[in-house]
């Protein structure tokens, strides 16, 4: 478990540099995306839907980008980006390509349905983090004005 956190720490700052994100917030990125792999992970070992792990991971990468968005006072496409490299289904989506290549299409339409899955788990987990963000931004200020009214 250690080195698949460490692992996934170095791709994410790593694609943190490519990205050009600021120095300052290479670290906060790359801690994003292992939290986001740490979730993920763990449904794996646990033998769970990996679609649903890649959904909260995903969903968990866009909470924690909000929050250090908003405390570090950068833009969330900087911890957003990075977070979710590690749970992208690079590897799976090469082998859909290589079956199809070998005319194995059985086997690579089995591995696009499942690379389509994920990718839309990581989409879906991503707005449902915005949404959820949006709906309690809009809730506080309401409170604040109950709060204060006499």
């Known amino acids: 478990m250690f080195q698949q956190l460490v692992t996934s720490f170095i791709a994410s700052a790593g694609f943190g540099i490519l990205f050009n994100v600021p120095k300052k917030s290479l670290i906060q990125c790359g801690v994003v995306g292992m939290i986001g792999w740490g979730l993920y992970f763990l449904f794996y070992i646990n033998h769970l839907n990996i679609v649903y792990g890649t959904f909260a991971a995903s969903f968990l990468v866009g909470i924690i980008s909000h929050v250090f968005a908003k405390f570090y006072r950068t833009p969330i496409l900087i911890f957003t980006v990075g977070g979710i490299i590690p749970l992208v289904p690079g590897g799976a989506a090469y082998d859909t390509?290589?079956?199809?290549?070998?005319?194995?299409?059985?086997?690579?339409?089995?591995?696009?349905?499942?690379?389509?899955?994920?990718?839309?788990?990581?989409a879906i987990g991503l707005v449902t983090s915005e949404v959820v963000n949006q709906l309690i931004r809009k809730r506080l200020p309401e409170r604040k004005k109950k709060i204060n009214l006499p």
């Open 97 to 122: 390509m290589r079956h199809f290549v070998q005319n194995d299409y059985n086997g690579a339409t089995s591995l696009a349905g499942k690379v389509l899955l994920l990718s839309g788990a990581i």
